[in-house]
Every structure is written in structure tokens, then in C-alpha cells.
């Protein structure tokens, strides 16, 4: 067993990953509670869990904002993240993933990998997180590892690496055999956990199934492959420290299995977290830019400082900014760069994180997860470091709302707190804009779903006191291009005393698969090159409004194919202004498509109310593309349009007397029909 004496070898930063319902809230419960962090387990149904604290999420039962905790197993620090599970807070996860090193995906033991479980998995992927699986809820009825397992090699393409077989099944489970030590670890209904040798009526299966996942191992990992050819198996130590390897290369997933409710399972979910996930120290030094240079900074508490805030809380006593610290060492009382803004900041406090409640600290080095007070400026996503070592890290990416409403105060008096309250908003959470409509002077809430501007309007009731009235919600459209022009010439001339403005062009227009992309196609230096930049930014500044309703423009290829300068009046300024209007003219002649949001929307529903969901999906325009029956309920899964999906879940209880389900994700956006209207 290799040796490191680096604090930071025994720190892990992890998230807790789901679909809604999976668990991970109740994971993240009996993991404190494991550890010795808290003295009672809490329930979600209850409303008496540490990180849903928030009272929406107690209401509702569901996570909508990520939480911080922090405690300690087996000699290690694990800062633990509980994510949301509801695609309208995926932003959460975003920026969660971001900072962490590693994390734990949580799946339904009978419904496998679900919509959301797929989208989540897919952002780690984008952010190359380590992660290991547990196949939650092995005590419910039609529970079957073997299938959760097939849904995750199938719809998520890893190579799952079982390292467990379950003792019974649903309601007689009563533990799991580690097959990597060969032992069986029992749990009685007090909770504690017994180590025994395997039984005797699973020998068989326990053996064929070790050398099942030592065949898997040597396939994927160069080492164990010559340790089981000269062999003809594995030992413990080489198959835990392959199994190490290829969970931190992302070449495998190590999978795991329990039930959370039932306190099964946690403590060996633990002990794989320690053993197979990463520490700050294994994973490849942060990545930076200067100046426009490249720059990376390691895991070292006595390198400069960068730290990235990845989000802010305001409570009743102070604005909190959750910073992971990628290098260098900070103290209270220490004045950071704010990257970002290009500003100072000076660090009030420092605070360790359990969830709604705080442990001061003096100091937070590389690789800790902590909170600070006193950033006045600091938004999600800015980078802050020593002074004397600038660095700019890559802040999470921030999707683009694809729903509205629009807000105003009930009392004339109430129109700056409504302000302040909305500003308050956006800068918890860069997923919410507020901008204010042009034509009607409406100030209008854009956000990730119908469920998230909920939220976000009842926090602005609850907590910021603001009396508002919410308009009907909106879907966000786009147009496009279905038959482009050709040889569209524009002139822009413009002479009223002094130096004029000329600027001639002309542009081919034609649909394109990628967004937006220009380019020229000038022969003979008719147009210079700095003119050709000014007629691609112009022509960017038109897909601000498209021609049937206003709305942004995508999904289509401008080509400057010859113009004409003057020697006087010709500049940046007139070429610009040429693009602008030219392209605005020339989509006025395009054949335009409207397009609109669609979502791929899973819904769950008894079998005998399968009919009765078709149809209405089939009123809401939707397209069934799949429908399979799992454990007496039918789950259906459609393409539907954002906008017919506003008031779906109350209609969906009501025909199924409340026993039906359903869950939605983005898909992109399709052709909406004529009818549709657009303002």
C-alpha cells in the first residue's frame, strides 16, 4: 500500500449525483451519520435532513440547491456536495462538478439509470470526474442489481465494475459480500455492521463472479493483466489498487450497492470512497490564463494562491462565497485579486461548511472547500488569488434559460425591493436573468423551467418580502434559416457634412447545422481584410432579432462574396453598420422557421392509465418515441414542446389519482408549427 504523508493525500472533494427520488439526499444523510457528524438520522420525508435545509426544499422534498458539508471517515476529510436530482437546477450541479475531484452516482435499484441520471453523468464526463456507482434501494420491491447494471453499461457506456453481490433481496436484504476481500458484511436492525465469512449458499455465485470482475480488471488495466497471466488471478492488493487506477483514469466505475434508508451499505460506500476516488494530489495541477498565457498552478499549500468561487449565498448575517482553493494557502484578513472584476477583496472570515451551520477557521489551504465573508463583488465563477500572481481560471459555464415570466410589485412601494430582491437573485444563481422588454417596459424572469422560476418568485415572497404578481410563463424561441438568398447586395451611404460613410457588400445567406459561422469569399482585395472583421460583427449584432417575432437568430452561414470601399468615407464604423443591416435585410428575404424548446419528458404511470397519458401527450403535440413496463408501472418516454408541458404535472396527477409521475429534460430546439405565436 503506497504511503503519503501529504495532508492532502487524506482530503477527498465529492459530490453525490442523481436522478430526482434516487436517494442521494438520504445517502448524504446516513453518511454523516456514519461518521460520527450528526447524532440522528434525518428523513427527507420528515423535512429533518442537514442539507435540505432550505424550507422550499423541505416543503417540496426535493434538493433544489447544492449543499456543503464536511466530516471524516477512516482518517480522511471528505468534503461531501449533495446535488440536486430535478433538471431545472442542473445549473447547481454545473458549477458543482466544477470544483470537485470526484463523486458518487446514486441509482434507483429498480428503475436503473433514469433522464436525469444520464444528464448528470454526462456533465461529469465533460468535467472528467472520477466516480463510482451505488445501486441504491436493494430493499424495495422488483430491486435487481444485475439490471441497474445493464442500464449503466448500456445507456451510460463505462465499464461497470462490480464489486459486490447482495445477501436477499428487497425486503430480505440484509447485506452484501465484498468481493474484493471475499467477506460478507452483515447488518442487523440496530444498524451495526458485522464482518462473517461468506455463507455457504452464495459460494458459488460470490466465486464466479470475483472471477468475473478479475477478468474485467485485467482487460483494462496493463498491470493486473500481467499479474493474472502469470498467475491466473488476482491478489486483494493488485485488484484494489487497479481498481483505484482505472476509477481515477475514468477507464472504469466501480460499482457498489446498499440501502440508504435502511442504513445498508454505507460504511463500505465509504471505505470505496477512500480507497478508489482521488485527493487533490491526483489530480492534474488547475489550469489557468494570464495575460492570454497559459498557466497551471498545483496542489500546494505554499504556491501562490487561486482559489474559484463557485457560489454565493446571502443569509440574514452576511454574504457567503463557497471557494475551492486549487493552490497556495489563505488566512483571515487576507486581500485576494479578484480576477474576474479586477478589483481587491479582502477575506472577513473563513468558515468551515455543515450545510445551514458554520465552524470558524483561521486558515484554508490547497485542496479545501470552505466558505468566506466579507467578498463584496465576487460572483460565481470569479477567480481569486495572490495579488502578485494573477490568474484567471475557467469559470463553469452557464446555460442559456429557455423560460419566462414576467414580474412586478403589487404596491407602487415595493418596486426598489422588488429590484434589489431580483438583483439579489441573479447573483445567487447566474442561471436566472432579468431583463426588462423592450415593447411593453415589463421586467421579465428567464430561467432553466417552470419549477425553477417557482422557486425562484417564492424566495423572492418568503425571504426578500417582495409582494409580486407573475405573469403567464413563456418559452424562450429562436428562428432560422429554412431557404437562404444569394447575391443580396446592400450599400450603405451616408453623407451629412464632414467624413461620410460608404460601405458596400454583398452576402449569400444558407442554413447551417453549427449556430452561426461567416466567412469570405472576396477575391482582389475589394474588401480589406480589417472591413471583412467589421462585416462579421455587424452580421453578429443582427442575430439579435430575427424577422418574424424578434427573437434570436441561429442555424445559418453568411458568406461575404464582394463589395466595395471608398477611399474617404470607407471605415470599421460603415462596414459594421453595412453587415448589421444587410443581413437584416437579407434574412427579410430568406425563407425564416420558427423554432421552439423541446424536452424529452419520462413519464411513470400505473399500467391501467397508460391510455389515457398517450392521448394527452398526443394533444400536447408530442411524439412517444419508447414505452416499457418496469415492476407493474408503465414508464413512456416522449418529445414534447416546453411550451405545452406549463401545468402538466397537475393534470398528470389528476389522471392517475396522483399516482403518475414525470420528469423532463432539454433536448434542444425543433420546428415550431405556423399557428404558434411569438410574442
Not at 352 to 372: E, F, S, T
Not at 391 to 410: H, Y
Request: glycine residues 10%; charged residues 25%.
Amino acid at each position: 500500500m503506497r504511503i503519503n504523508h501529504n495532508p492532502l493525500a487524506v482530503v477527498r472533494n465529492l459530490g453525490i449525483l442523481a436522478h430526482v427520488d434516487a436517494g442521494k439526499t438520504t445517502v448524504t444523510e446516513r453518511i454523516l451519520f456514519a461518521t460520527g457528524t450528526t447524532h440522528k438520522r434525518g428523513e427527507v420525508h420528515d423535512g429533518t435532513t442537514v442539507t435540505d435545509f432550505d424550507p422550499q426544499e423541505r416543503d417540496r422534498g426535493i434538493t433544489i440547491f447544492a449543499a456543503a458539508v464536511s466530516c471524516a471517515w477512516d482518517g480522511h476529510r471528505i468534503n461531501l456536495i449533495d446535488t440536486p436530482g430535478h433538471v431545472d437546477f442542473a445549473d447547481e450541479v454545473e458549477r458543482a462538478l466544477r470544483v470537485l475531484d470526484g463523486a458518487v452516482a446514486v441509482f434507483d435499484a429498480v428503475a436503473g439509470v433514469e433522464p436525469q441520471s444520464e444528464s448528470v453523468w454526462r456533465q461529469a464526463d465533460r468535467h472528467g470526474v472520477p466516480r463510482i456507482a451505488f445501486v441504491n434501494k436493494m430493499d424495495r420491491a422488483g430491486a435487481d442489481l444485475d439490471a441497474a447494471v445493464a442500464s449503466i453499461r448500456e445507456r451510460l457506456h463505462p465499464a461497470p465494475l462490480v464489486v459486490q453481490v447482495p445477501i436477499g433481496a428487497e425486503d430480505t436484504f440484509t447485506g452484501v459480500v465484498d468481493l474484493v476481500r471475499l467477506r460478507a458484511l452483515l447488518w442487523s436492525d440496530g444498524d451495526t455492521r458485522e464482518e462473517a465469512p461468506v455463507p455457504d449458499g452464495l459460494r458459488d455465485e460470490v466465486l464466479a463472479r470475483r472471477r468475473a470482475l478479475e477478468e474485467a480488471v485485467a482487460e483494462l488495466h496493463p498491470g493486473a493483466l500481467e499479474e493474472f497471466c502469470a498467475t491466473g488471478k488476482l491478489g486483494e492488493r493488485t485488484l484494489s489498487s487497479a481498481l483505484r487506477d482505472l476509477t481515477r483514469d475514468g477507464d472504469g466505475v466501480v460499482v457498489l450497492c446498499g440501502s440508504a434508508y435502511r442504513n445498508r451499505g454505507v460504511e463500505p460506500l465509504l471505505d470505496a470512497v477512500v480507497a478508489y476516488l482521488p485527493s487533490p494530489l491526483d489530480v492534474p495541477p488547475v489550469q489557468g490564463t494570464d495575460d492570454g498565457e497559459e498557466q497551471e498552478r498545483p496542489a500546494d499549500p505554499a504556491a501562490p494562491s487561486a482559489a474559484l468561487a463557485f457560489k454565493v449565498h446571502a443569509t440574514p448575517t452576511g454574504r457567503l462565497t463557497y471557494l475551492r482553493i486549487y493552490s497556495g494557502t489563505i488566512e483571515k484578513g487576507d486581500t485576494l485579486w479578484d480576477a474576474s472584476a479586477r478589483r481587491t477583496e479582502r477575506i472577513g472570515r473563513i468558515l468551515r461548511v455543515q450545510a445551514d451551520r458554520h465552524a470558524p477557521l483561521d486558515r484554508a489551504v490547497a485542496g479545501d472547500i470552505v466558505a468566506v465573508v466579507g467578498l463584496k463583488s465576487a460572483r460565481a465563477g470569479s477567480t481569486l488569488c495572490a495579488p502578485d500572481a494573477p490568474l484567471v481560471l475557467e469559470p463553469p459555464g452557464v446555460p442559456e434559460p429557455v423560460v419566462s415570466v414576467a414580474v412586478e410589485s403589487r404596491r407602487t412601494g415595493d418596486t426598489d425591493r422588488l429590484a434589489s430582491g431580483l438583483a439579489r437573485l441573479t447573483e445567487e444563481d447566474p442561471s436566472l436573468v432579468v431583463r426588462t422588454d423592450p415593447e411593453t417596459g415589463q421586467t421579465v424572469l428567464s430561467g432553466m423551467g417552470e419549477l425553477h422560476l417557482e422557486v425562484a418568485v417564492e424566495k423572492l415572497r418568503r425571504e426578500l418580502g417582495a409582494d409580486v404578481n407573475i405573469g403567464r410563463p413563456r418559452v424562450s424561441y429562436r428562428e432560422t434559416v429554412g431557404r437562404g438568398v444569394t447575391g443580396l447586395v446592400f450599400r450603405h451611404v451616408k453623407q451629412d457634412g464632414g467624413a461620410g460613410q460608404f460601405a458596400h457588400v454583398v452576402l449569400d445567406v444558407e442554413p447551417y447545422d453549427g449556430g452561426f459561422a461567416f466567412r469570405s469569399a472576396v477575391v482582389g482585395g475589394r474588401v480589406p481584410q480589417e472591413y471583412v472583421r467589421a462585416v462579421e460583427a455587424g452580421c453578429r449584432d443582427a442575430l439579435a432579432e430575427g424577422p418574424l417575432g424578434g427573437h434570436p437568430v441561429t442555424g445559418l452561414r453568411v458568406t461575404l462574396t464582394d463589395g466595395a470601399t471608398h477611399v474617404k468615407d470607407s471605415s470599421d464604423t460603415a462596414f459594421r453598420t453595412a453587415g448589421r443591416l444587410g443581413l437584416r435585410e437579407a434574412l427579410r428575404a430568406c425563407a425564416m422557421v420558427l423554432l421552439e424548446p423541446v424536452v424529452e419528458v419520462t413519464v411513470t404511470v400505473p399500467e391501467d392509465a397508460v391510455g389515457g397519458v398517450l392521448g394527452d401527450l398526443a394533444a400536447r403535440r408530442g411524439r412517444v418515441s419508447g414505452s416499457v413496463t418496469r415492476a407493474s408501472a408503465a414508464v413512456v418516454t416522449a418529445t414534447v414542446p416546453l411550451a405545452e408541458l406549463f401545468g402538466y404535472a397537475t393534470r398528470l396527477r389528476s389522471r392517475t389519482q396522483g399516482r403518475g409521475t414525470f420528469t423532463a429534460r432539454p433536448t434542444g430546439y425543433a420546428s415550431a408549427p405556423v399557428a404558434t405565436p411569438v410574442r
